[in-house]
């Protein structure tokens, strides 16, 4: 059996393929042999033509600028960033300095000073309260005996029998002044209305704030003079805080010779609003009993409602 010549086609095929790779690779180290030698300077730079140096030259120019740039561009971005991030906080804002306070300019007095009558417990307490009169209204008076003023005072109050059982209760009306320092006293009425008080016992709860408030403040006015005259204790007013008052309500207490409240009366001013500063008349009456207030307490006050 005779044996077949091998087929050359394979051969020629592979030769093919390495002359191909062969001038490939001679092609790719021209080429970086041509780009070495335009990165690298060297002695014959000078020999070299002027335009071909100068394309250089602003080739590199070029991408230096590009670098500066880009880092400038960086750094502005960064810092944008930064403060958006981290915003410089605002100022604090400064507090108003607080208005200094003289309650002895809100209670005016005949024949009787607050610290005459008992000191209390600690706490806000009734100090001192009078007899009913025929509508359930008992005037009292109490003392701050806490070490921070008080704004606003009100009392709730409960009666009792003998035997402890409820018979109603009550609450206050127009205790003043509105504000109250440590030590200080307020005044004003309990009223209970149609509750049985013959023989009864009268708890009281008093409460305060510790700030005037925010919306219809009440204010208290300086007392500048006042009389007893043919049954009215009469005088005028100062406003001397820093903003108009309106629904000016002067209230007045009065005693017995042993510092016992005897009766309460209030009433509202003629003039409806005062400005700061300005000064205005009043004039309460005590309905026939000027007979019992050769002592009085007198407390005015308003309400800021701009």
Same mark, same amino acid.
Not at 141 to 164: E, K, Q
């Given at each position: 059996m005779s044996t077949l010549p091998s087929d050359p086609k394979p051969q020629r095929s592979n030769r093919r393929t390495l002359l191909i790779l062969g001038a490939i690779i001679t092609i790719f180290a021209c080429t970086a042999c041509g780009i070495i030698y335009f990165l690298i300077p060297n002695s014959d730079d000078n020999n070299r033509p002027t335009a071909e140096v100068a394309e250089q030259t602003?080739?590199?120019?070029?991408?230096?600028?590009?670098?500066?740039?880009?880092?400038?561009?960086?750094?502005?971005?960064?810092?944008?960033?930064?403060?958006?991030?981290?915003?410089?906080?605002?100022?604090?804002?400064?507090?108003?300095?607080?208005?200094?306070?003289?309650?002895?300019?809100?209670?005016?007095?005949?024949?009787?000073?607050?610290?005459?009558?008992?000191?209390?417990?600690?706490?806000?307490?009734?100090?001192?309260?009078?007899?009913?009169?025929? &509508?359930?209204?008992?005037?009292?008076?109490?003392?701050?005996?806490?070490?921070?003023?008080?704004?606003?005072?009100?009392?709730?109050?409960?009666?009792?029998?003998?035997?402890?059982?409820?018979?109603?209760?009550?609450?206050?009306?127009?205790?003043?002044?509105?504000?109250?320092?440590?030590?200080?006293?307020? &005044?004003?009425?309990?009223? &209970?209305?149609?509750?049985?008080?013959?023989?009864?016992?009268?708890?009281?709860?008093?409460?305060?704030?510790?700030d005037p408030g925010t919306i219809f403040i009440r204010r208290d006015l300086e007392v500048i003079e006042h009389n007893l005259v043919s049954g009215n204790v009469v005088g005028s007013l100062l406003n001397s805080n820093a903003a108009a008052l309106d629904l000016i309500n002067v209230a007045v207490i009065c005693f017995d010779d042993t510092l016992v409240p005897t009766v309460s009366r209030d009433n509202y001013t003629d003039q409806e609003r005062v400005e700061s500063g300005a000064q205005l008349p009043f004039s309460v009456d005590l309905l026939g009993d000027e007979a019992q207030c050769d002592r009085y307490l007198l407390a005015a006050r308003g309400t800021e409602t701009d």
């Open positions: 602003e080739v590199e120019v070029t991408r230096l600028v590009e670098i500066e740039v880009t880092r400038l561009v960086e750094v502005e971005v960064t810092r944008l960033i930064e403060t958006i991030i981290t915003p410089t906080p605002p100022p604090a804002p400064t507090a108003a300095p607080t208005p200094e306070i003289d309650p002895t300019a809100y209670i005016a007095a005949v024949n009787i000073t607050p610290n005459d009558l008992p000191t209390g417990e600690p706490g806000l307490v009734v100090i001192a309260a009078g007899p009913p009169n025929q &509508f359930g209204a008992i005037p009292v008076v109490v003392r701050n005996n806490t070490d921070t003023p008080v704004y606003n005072l009100d009392i709730s109050a409960t009666a009792r029998d003998t035997a402890g059982r409820v018979l109603g209760t009550g609450s206050s009306l127009d205790l003043l002044p509105s504000y109250v320092p440590p030590a200080g006293v307020a &005044f004003g009425r309990v009223l &209970f209305q149609d509750t049985p008080l013959d023989g009864a016992t009268i708890e009281y709860l008093v409460t305060g704030s510790d």
